[in-house]
């Protein structure tokens, strides 16, 4: 991944989830870097099946959101931090 900001591309909410991530998972980019769009898995940031259960757990813990795996929708809300941020921002609680 270059190092290209994306923050301007990002909403603040995006940002917010994408700092999350890199903490989470330890990621060896910056929240700013990471394009919304691109795709979280394979080509993209690379992540795994592994990464994509300490998603489940952060945006449990942190959104109130519950992400199934037998979920229908699963590979279209994990295929991007835009997507993923657009399920959570529509199924979250409020605090």
Same mark, same amino acid.
């Given at each position: 991944?270059?190092?290209?900001s994306f923050v301007t591309l990002q909403t603040?909410? +995006?940002h917010e #989830? !994408? @700092?999350?991530? #890199? @903490?989470?998972l330890q990621l +060896? #980019?910056?929240? *700013? +870097?990471?394009?919304?769009?691109?795709?979280?898995f394979g080509d993209g940031l690379g992540l795994d099946s592994i990464d !994509?259960?300490?998603i489940v757990l952060m945006i449990g813990r *942190?959104?109130?959101v519950t992400l199934r795996s037998d979920d229908p929708n699963s590979r279209e809300i994990f295929s991007s931090l835009r997507s993923l941020c657009t399920h959570v !921002?529509?199924?979250r609680q409020p605090s």
């Open positions: 991944m270059n190092t290209q603040p909410f +995006e #989830v !994408a @700092e999350r991530l #890199v @903490e989470a +060896e #980019v910056t929240a *700013d +870097e990471i394009n919304p769009e691109t795709p979280l !994509a259960l300490e *942190d959104y109130g !921002a529509a199924h």
